[in-house]
């Protein structure tokens, strides 16, 4: 009988021999599964399990694979790639006697995916990263509206206030009502977020003389409009009362003008490689409400109300990824409702301001900016002299510990004068925030300000006002807090002495 196998050697054999190799085949295919090189080749190098295996085999050559000696591995990195993928499905299976028994015995135990899992009775043990982070203990929950989370309070307090100015005393007790919310988006791509506060104030008592309401809304809108380019679309609105030792405060009054603010921007950054571009262009309005005099009179604040627009254009390097140095140049125009006011000055001005400075980044622990610049007002009428002066600016925010944040903060703006034959001064302010964990639910503050008014030379002296605050929550529960604070403020220069001490206590209902 012939046998051809795939190497196309051709065999002699009688059927006796044949079924004598077969049966010792069968017998001793255990051993040849741990000793290599039993049979040797006869007729040159055996074909490989993957060519007797391969489509292009026929079925006759298959079989005579099956029935010879000739299908034993012929090398001993053919055998140990076959002892490591024995289990492999990819191989085809019974070509090799050996191989075949062999897979049938049970592996040695390395994995069992059928028994279940040993769970840690303990979770803590485990790493934190490992499990869903806690929720801060005075985290309020929250109020789910679609995509956006609102997060809303509100604090009612009784309050204390007394007032030494010029030898005179003045004391108020009131009810004040503050609201606060902050309205931010769930959105896989841009963020919305909207802050809000809102103080309401009531004396106990039949007179509404020094209260002082507020109001404060602020809206950014993020766009990411690429990987490297993100734009900012800004817009809010603000209402407070001049304060009586305001330099245009008028004088005499029982009721002091309000102040309505509208602001809005748009603004477009950049990164080309290191290189930082930012272009911004900002509007304002502020608009006057009437005075009221001691003795009833109504007096008209119309010929404030103006108009600004301001554009500005900075360029940074970055040096590396926690130090950014930049420049900056800006111009703005203030245009006045009224060509001339009540007192026949013509108050449009024209502004230029040139500032650098370096931005910081050092992770949680520390990052802000600082820089310094110069910026003069030009104004329309010839009789009001220009104003420049250096600037300062730049915000910080500090983590010394964990459960400690200081807030930093400096600022210079050139506020225009209504006084005639004055126009303006240069207004420096620092000021700083510390907040404490003094347990999971007690919270220490301490606030402090101070501004700085420069007039120029030939006006009136130079004004300096300081604020500090402090005060402490304690959260009685999740949803309600309990609120004390205490606040000292002093107004010295330029004709005015006024000191106020501030204190009250209250409650705030948050969700």
Known sequence: MKITTTTGVTRQRRRAALGLLLACSALVSPAAAQTRNVFPPQNGSLPSVANATSPTSNTASNTALRGSTSAQPTTNATNAADDQNQDDPSLATGTTPGRNQAANQEPPYEDDLNQPREEPLDRGAEPVETQEQPREPGDPTGIRMGSFLLRPSINQSIDTETRRSSGTKVRRDYLSTAIRGTLTSDWSRHSLTITGEGTLERNLGSSSQGEQPEANINADLRLDLSNNTVAHITGGYRFSRENDYDPNALGGASTQSGVHEFTGGASVQRDFGKIRGTAAIDLSRASYTDAKLSD??????????????????????????????????????????????????????????????????????????????????????????????????????????????????????????????QSGWVEYRATAALTHEMR???????????????????????????????????????????????????????????????????LTLKR
Request: no cysteine; charged share 25%.
């Open 296 to 421: 009833g009179t109504i007096v008209s604040m119309k010929d404030r109300n103006r108009t600004g627009i301001d554009g500005r254009l900075r360029l940074g390097y970055e040096l590396s990824p926690a130090l950014v140095p930049y420049v900056e140049v800006a111009t703005g125009h203030t245009f006045y409702d009224l060509r001339r006011d009540n007192s026949g000055y013509a108050r449009s001005s024209q502004s230029y301001a040139a500032r650098t400075g370096i931005e910081f980044d050092l992770g949680e622990k520390l990052r802000g900016e600082i820089g310094t610049g110069y910026e003069v007002v030009d104004y329309e009428d010839e009789r009001l002299k220009s104003v420049g002066a250096v600037t300062f600016s730049g915000s910080a925010t500090w983590s010394p510990q964990r459960g400690t944040n200081v807030d930093l903060g400096l600022r210079t703006t050139v506020q225009d004068s209504t006084t005639p034959g």
């Open 440 to 506: 999971d639910n007690l919270i220490a503050r301490l606030t402090g300000s101070s501004t700085l008014r420069n007039f120029p030379s030939g006006g009136p002296s130079d004004e300096t006002v300081w604020i500090g605050g402090a005060g402490l929550t304690w959260a009685i529960n999740r949803y309600l807090d309990l609120t004390g604070d205490v606040e000292y403020e002093q107004a010295g220069g330029g004709g005015t002495n006024d000191k106020i001490v501030r204190a009250g206590v209250g």
